[in-house]
């Protein structure tokens, strides 16, 4: 939630502030990240997956599209001691990755997160996403379009690194008679594979955001459970907010952790508004009702969802949830928030289970799978 979107405006037209822009991997497959290995020094080892296993033209342009972006992130990276040591840093740089080495330091100390490794590089892209990640359903349903990926198994959504190629495939999509929701990433996780790095796309959020995207994507360099997208990005959601809550409480910021667990109570509002609509709709959707009375009801139902939203703005004094409000909403925009939150209760249980403590968590967690 409180992400930064960009939509294309012939999907939607405005930006989606409410979805949590963070994501496991950006979908390009696990085989994309294996061949980039093969052009960065050190990288040797990494097994190259065969392209020869790969067929058609979309599915070849998708993983080599996913190198070519992987590996201009890799080559770009330097070590934040550098950086800092450069004369010609500026000084809001330095205090971010300074601010940042000492948010994967708390990760492993107090959190039972891999912070050694990852976000000790810095890499400027030069553009303001990294990925643009895109949902899609059928104007029925709240199943998910899914797609397979090599090692990492069957995920609901598929990611670019240039946005004009996720713009062709969503209007691709679109002519088959998918709902799309395109919307720009500024931050993921290679779980593992390589030292992921701060990246410009996210460096600049103030602190408690950081810190609750450093938490997150460390969550899936922990678990990561193939082919469940809501299970890997749920549980990565309550890991940085518990985190952040705890980061708050070590610090000695109450006050800061009390407008914390007020930010955290609007965004179960919203969501549970979510849950609301996904239900009725679930209804609507298994009925006998007639594809025209369908429609009608489903867009009645999407207008009821905006009304109690704008109301819960209204009730907050903020315009936290404005853009959103402007979308016009499909199937595709649910799902890319139901994706990150309907597992969360279940995480939130078990976390409290563990009184608290991450590493007993996160084994409670592993043998749940």
């Known amino acids: 939630m409180e992400g930064r979107t960009l939509v294309r405006p012939s999907i939607a037209q405005a930006r989606n502030e409410w ?32 392209l020869l ?27 934040n001691a550098k950086i800092i040591a450069a004369p ?29 490794s990852a976000y000790h590089k810095y890499a400027d892209i030069g553009r303001r996403h990294v990925v643009f990640v895109l949902h899609a ?9 899914t797609w397979h990926y090599p090692i990492i198994g ?8 240039k946005e004009e190629d996720a ?24 779980l593992g594979v390589f030292h992921d790095p701060l990246l410009n796309t996210f460096i600049d959020y103030p602190e408690i955001d950081l810190a609750e995207t450093i938490f997150h994507e460390l969550t899936h360099r922990r678990i990561f459970k193939s082919g469940d997208t809501t299970f890997n990005e749920s ?21 800061e952790l009390a407008d914390y667990k007020e930010r955290l109570m609007r965004r179960r509002d919203f969501y549970l508004e979510i849950a609301v609509t996904r239900e009725q709709l679930t209804k609507l959707y298994a009925s006998d009702a007639k594809e025209g009375a369908m429609r009608a009801e489903k867009k009645r139902v999407l207008g009821k969802l905006k009304a109690r939203a704008r109301a819960l703005q209204n009730r907050w004094g903020t315009k936290a949830l404005e853009g959103w409000l402007s979308l016009e909403l499909t199937n595709a925009h649910l799902l890319a928030l139901i994706t990150y939150n309907s597992e ?21 967690v592993k043998s749940a799978e």
Request: a neutral charge; one cysteine or more.
């Open 19 to 50: 979805r949590n822009q963070r994501s496991l991997l950006p979908l390009l497959g696990l085989a994309s990240l294996w061949i980039a290995g093969m052009f960065v020094p050190g990288m040797r080892g990494i097994l190259l997956f065969p």
């Open 53 to 79: 296993f790969l067929s058609g033209c979309e599915t070849l342009h998708f993983y080599g599209q996913g190198v070519l972006g992987q590996v201009e992130i890799l080559r770009k990276s330097r070590p």
């Open 88 to 116: 010609e840093t500026t000084e809001a740089l330095k205090k971010k990755l300074v601010l940042a080495e000492a948010l994967c330091d708390f990760a492993s100390e107090e959190l039972a997160l891999p912070g050694d």
């Open 137 to 145: 359903a059928t104007e029925f349903s709240l199943e998910p379009k």
């Open 154 to 161: 069957e995920l609901d959504y598929r990611g670019y690194f």
């Open 167 to 190: 713009i062709a495939y969503s209007r691709k999509l679109e002519a088959e008679g998918y709902e799309i929701h395109l919307g720009g990433t500024n931050a993921f996780s290679t």
């Open 235 to 255: 549980l990565a959601n309550v890991v940085q907010e518990e985190g952040v809550r705890k980061y708050l409480r070590a610090k000695g910021r109450m006050a």
């Open 344 to 364: 969360m209760p279940k995480f939130r249980k078990i976390m409290e289970e563990s009184g608290g403590d991450f590493e007993v968590f996160f084994e409670r």
